[in-house]
């Protein structure tokens, strides 16, 4: 339970003193009940508030899906960039939950693809947790095309764990083992269709099954990614998260575009 003026307050209805002001000049009902008090208690999971006849979205949990698009930063503020918050509506950036939505994970600013937003502590730790092991699969786009040899050697080092060298200030490490496969010409032209890939390479059609894969870990170590492909002599030129768990990013979310999570969808990150 929390008191009405807080609530409004911080959904951008303006200081404590406002909303007082507000209880006196508009109709402010809880369900259906006009109320003057700024003390009174509501449940924000259960209490239906209205101002003039209009609903307000009293924010529950909430849990949202984005197709990050390149160029963005995986922060709430960047003086330099343009952040993945500054995409989402002004619903969802209001003081109260600003202070709140998160992000389970990030990813470079290079690189696109499934983010979560949510303002669920516990599921976050669940997640990024490493203890929980929680898959997070990427389709590469490679500098070069791979041999068939050479991509059973990457299977094998994938699968045991390999060092990969040091990337800024952070050292060598040994990776935990990860799983890689070669996609068809197919699943290219899905993680493709709805993606900012064009202003990495000249044309969509650059990237084929001899230079691309589905690389799945479970660690998120800094770079990471580009790092094993490093450590194996190629170079990602095009990165996109597809799937974090048992949940896939929606192919109808062009990048920059997001919606938010389904309950059965909610249950497959939990």
């Known amino acids: 339970m929390e008191r009405i003026d ?99 994970g990030r990813l470079d600013m290079d690189t696109e693809g499934l983010l979560i937003f949510t303002t669920d502590g516990s599921l976050t730790h669940r997640i990024i947790s490493p203890k929980n092991h929680i898959d997070k699969s990427y389709f590469c786009v490679l500098e070069h095309d791979e041999t068939d040899g050479h991509r059973k050697e990457i299977q094998k080092l994938f699968e045991e764990g390999l060092e990969v060298g040091a990337d800024d200030n952070d050292p060598p490490f040994v990776t935990e083992p990860a799983c890689v496969r070669w996609p068809s010409e197919e699943e290219i032209k899905e993680y493709t269709k709805l993606s900012s890939i064009s202003e990495t390479l000249p044309k969509a059609s650059a990237a084929s099954p001899l230079n691309t894969a589905i690389l799945t870990i479970h660690e998120g170590k800094y770079h990471q990614v580009k790092r094993m492909f490093a450590a194996v002599g190629n170079k990602i030129v095009f990165l996109k998260r597809i799937s974090m768990g048992s949940l896939p990013l929606d192919k109808n979310l062009a990048p920059g575009q997001y919606r938010e999570l389904r309950i059965e969808e909610v249950q497959k990150l939990i």
Request: with cysteine.
């Open 6 to 104: 807080k609530i409004l307050s911080h959904e951008g209805f303006g200081s404590r003193k406002d909303i007082k002001k507000l209880l006196r000049t508009a109709e402010v009902t809880v369900n259906g009940r006009q109320i003057y008090d700024s003390a009174f208690q509501i449940d924000t999971e259960k209490d239906t508030v209205c101002i003039d006849g209009e609903e307000l979205n009293l924010h529950g949990e909430i849990y949202l899906m984005m197709n990050k698009i390149m160029h963005t930063v995986c922060s709430t503020k960047d003086g330099d960039h343009r952040t993945v918050f500054d995409l989402l509506d002004d619903s969802y950036r209001t003081p109260y939950l600003l202070d709140k939505l998160h992000l389970v």
